[in-house]
């Protein structure tokens, strides 16, 4: 819900602050469409490859593996709802939303490794 009143704000002040048209009810239903879609991908993505608890190279492969394909469902769904002229980068939107909803579950840290409930020996 943040995301999607943060993105509906922006392009409210967006009409008001530079001239961008003003959001009809259906863009503003496209926008959220978009949003629930991403969302749902990424949570999809991590429940198979949760977020590992430390950062590193895996991060970074990972969010490659998710934003790459992310970006390409995007501009299939902006054809299928804004067809060959759209009005606002729903591909965008769509990876940001699928790429933090990804981060949403979290590996727990393996038994080897130094945890907070475990200390050090």
């Given at each position: 819900m943040g995301l999607m009143a943060f993105f509906f704000s922006f392009y409210l002040g967006g009409h008001y602050l530079l001239g961008f048209s003003?959001?009809?009810?259906?863009?503003?239903?496209?926008?959220?469409?978009?949003?629930?879609?991403?969302?749902?991908?990424?949570l999809v993505f991590s429940?198979?490859?949760?977020?590992?608890?430390?950062?590193?190279?895996?991060?970074?492969?990972?969010t490659v593996l998710l934003v790459i394909?992310?970006?390409?469902?995007?501009?299939?769904?902006?054809?299928?709802?804004?067809?060959?002229?759209p009005t606002q980068a729903l591909y965008l939107v769509f990876a940001l939303s699928a790429w933090l909803s990804s981060?949403?579950?979290?590996?727990?840290?393996?038994?080897?490794?130094?945890?907070?409930?475990?200390p050090a020996k």
């Open positions: 003003f959001p009809t009810p259906g863009i503003l239903l496209q926008i959220g469409t978009s949003i629930l879609l991403g969302s749902l991908l990424g429940r198979f490859w949760p977020l590992p608890p430390k950062a590193g190279l895996e991060r970074v492969i990972r394909p992310a970006v390409g469902f995007g501009l299939g769904l902006q054809i299928a709802l804004q067809g060959p002229n981060g949403l579950i979290v590996r727990l840290p393996e038994a080897g490794q130094n945890s907070p409930s475990k």
